[in-house]
């Protein structure tokens, strides 16, 4: 009981664990794996400089530098997560074809029909063709 009345003292005030040290030590046993087959010096040092910020991260007492840093993991991962459903729901949706505007780079969504269209953007009003096979 009295170690953790004192790990509890210890940690007061400061950051803790958050979404961004799972991330880093995720990485840093990747990269330790990969070490594994590798063996470099240099990528065992990489590791190590990735488990020392974790934990310098989470010992850490400027709480808002830290809490800055892990909203930026959380709006990257997010973003990749979105991206993934997107992904995901596109690969399902057979009775459409998505393609790109090549002057604004807008994602349209088409209609399946094999051949060869002629299409207008809606955000631009760029005509173009559009083959679907």
Known sequence: MNFRYKLMQFMSGRYGIDNMFYMLFGVS???????????????????????????????????????????????????????????????????????????????LRLPRRVGKHKTVCPKCNNEFWVRVK
């Open 29 to 107: 046993a990747v990269l330790s794996i990969v070490n594994i087959f590798v063996r470099s010096t240099i990528l065992q040092l990489v590791v190590y400089t990735v488990i020392i910020y974790a934990f310098f991260r989470a010992f850490s007492r400027n709480i808002e530098a830290r809490r800055r840093e892990n909203r930026w993991v959380n709006n990257w991962a997010e973003r990749i997560k979105k991206e993934q459903e997107l992904n995901r729901r596109r690969k399902a949706d057979y009775t459409h074809v998505y393609k790109k505007c090549p002057r604004c780079r807008a994602v």
